[in-house]
Nanobody, 126 residues
């Protein structure tokens, strides 16, 4: 049975940092695309970052470039999202997703990811 479990969310002040983790079971991250998405109250889900196991450079939404970093530990089967210089507009529920499109093509919409976690909340106060 495939399961993705996020952790690491919380409340921080502007400029702070958080590291989100997504532990996987039932499959390995060393196949296909994995990513992080977020959804703020009253807004649509948006892509944050994605990583392709084949070695391509990770991809990021413009709003988080230079502040967030996605990585994966294939030995532990965990996906990470390091978030630095957090802003109030980063406040959202964050979801990990796995088994996504080939080389993360069209990753941003999230429609081609097979598995999703339950989400972890991030709240950034000013």
């Amino acid at each position: 049975q495939v399961q993705l479990v996020e952790s690491g969310g919380g409340s921080v002040q502007t400029g702070g940092s958080l590291r989100l983790s997504c532990a996987a079971s039932g499959f390995t991250y060393s196949t296909r695309c994995a990513g992080w998405f977020r959804q703020a109250p009253g807004k649509e889900r948006e892509g944050v970052a994605a990583i392709w196991s084949g070695g391509d450079s990770p991809v990021y939404a413009d709003s988080v470039k230079g502040r967030f970093s996605i990585s994966q530990d294939n030995a532990k089967n965990i996906l990470y999202l390091q978030m630095n210089s957090l802003k109030p507009e980063d406040t959202a529920m964050y979801y990990c997703a796995a088994v996504g499109p080939w080389r993360c093509g069209n990753w941003y919409r999230g429609t081609e990811f097979a598995y999703w976690g339950q989400g972890t909340p991030v709240n950034v106060s000013s």
